[in-house]
């Protein structure tokens, strides 16, 4: 059973648009972090909430941390080609980090 | 600072052998933390070392160990390994525990089982 469930699997846009992310548990977390993979490489932090109803702004990306800290949103604003890759959440409940299923996201020109 | 290195990079193996796998984590972090990465099954958990004592372990069969010495540094082993092994296998290092500190990712190793 996959604990965080991430919406939209693949996402594919032009340059310039808006896209939002979700990642969805039933399960409460204690922080979620956001991570960037591109290939050949492993995952990078964006960001990490911690507090239920949060919102954390990095230049055009926006975290948001659902109230009941059960789920979470990654806004992207204008994408550009540089955002192309895949985003995980990451859910952490003390001991261990469960990863989210992914979404690929390619931006083109 | 360097980052986390990883020790191959690329290695294709046999079913039935095993494989052992490496990781520098960066100067300073004593936790280590291993996933396996597979386009079916994403991201998952494998085993968690800090000073030398394995602090957390997933959901995988006996086949998948680990251990990390003094120097901090990490190595998994794989026994009897089945076709299904083959994936991305990622390193993560951190200053303290898994959950309380930022987590930095090595490149991975991606195994091939044939």
């Known amino acids: 059973t996959q604990l965080l469930e991430q919406s939209p699997q693949f996402l594919s846009i032009q340059e310039g648009e808006n896209l939002t992310v979700y990642c969805n548990s039933s399960?409460?977390?204690?922080?979620l972090q956001w991570y960037r993979q591109e290939p050949g490489e492993g995952p990078v932090l964006l960001v990490t909430?911690?507090?239920?109803?949060e919102v954390k702004k990095l230049k055009r990306l926006t975290f948001q941390f659902g109230d009941a800290r059960k789920d979470s949103s990654l806004h992207i604003t204008a994408a550009q080609p540089g955002d192309t890759g895949l985003y995980l959440c990451a859910g952490d409940r003390g001991n261990k980090l469960t990863f989210g299923t992914g979404t690929q996201l390619k931006v083109e020109l | 600072k360097a980052g986390v290195t990883q020790t191959p990079r690329y290695l294709i193996k046999t079913r039935g052998q095993q494989v052992t796998l490496s990781c520098s984590p960066i100067s300073g972090h004593r936790s280590v933390s291993w996933y396996q990465q597979t386009p079916g099954q994403g991201l998952q958990f494998l085993f968690e070392y800090f000073s030398e004592t394995q602090r957390n372990k997933g959901n995988f069969p006996g086949r998948f160990s680990g251990r990390q010495f003094s120097n901090s540094r990490s190595e998994m082993n794989v026994s009897t390994l089945e076709l299904g092994d083959s994936a991305l296998y990622l390193c993560?290092?951190?200053?303290?525990?898994?959950?309380?500190?930022?987590?930095?990712f090595g490149p991975g190793t991606r195994l091939l089982v044939l």
């Open positions: 909430v911690v507090t239920g109803g």
């Open positions: 993560a290092s951190s200053l303290n525990q898994l959950g309380r500190e930022t987590q930095y």
């Open positions: 399960s409460v977390f204690s922080s």
